[in-house]
């Protein structure tokens, strides 16, 4: 079964950091364009950041400068860095994207696979 499973949410201070990874496990052949997005109670789901195979990044104005997203394709891993956090940042962070897989023998693609959330609260 291939999936992707985020990790390193917590609780942190205001001003503190924190790091997520999102690693894609399964036989998996190779990662493609990913993407953090988070939900805080009672809102839309927001886009973060995300970063394309390439490696070019984008990122939601509210974290411009505060986060940082990069991959690390040997390991199937995304991870997002999370600086100068605060109260507003707090929501379940989520990974997203596309990956190829081994299944049956054949190469198959994920298509807008997510993962199952990791909690971030930002509080003093």
């Known amino acids: 079964q291939v999936q992707l499973v985020e990790s390193g949410g917590g609780l942190v201070q205001p001003g503190g950091s924190l790091r997520l990874s999102c690693t894609a496990s399964?036989?998996?052949?190779?990662?493609?364009?990913m993407a953090w997005y988070r939900q805080a109670p009672g809102s839309q789901r927001e886009l973060v950041a995300s970063i394309t195979a390439g490696g070019s990044a984008n990122y939601a104005d509210a974290v411009q400068g505060r986060f940082g997203i990069s991959r690390d394709d040997a390991n199937n891993t995304v991870h997002l860095q999370m600086n100068s956090l605060k109260v507003e940042d707090t929501a379940v962070y989520y990974c997203?994207?596309?990956?190829?897989?081994?299944?049956?023998?054949?190469?198959?693609?994920?298509?807008?696979?997510w993962g199952q959330g990791t909690q971030v609260t930002v509080s003093a």
């Open positions: 399964g036989s998996i052949f190779t990662l493609y364009s």
């Open positions: 997203t994207g596309d990956f190829s897989y081994y299944s049956d023998g054949e190469r198959r693609v994920a298509y807008d696979s």
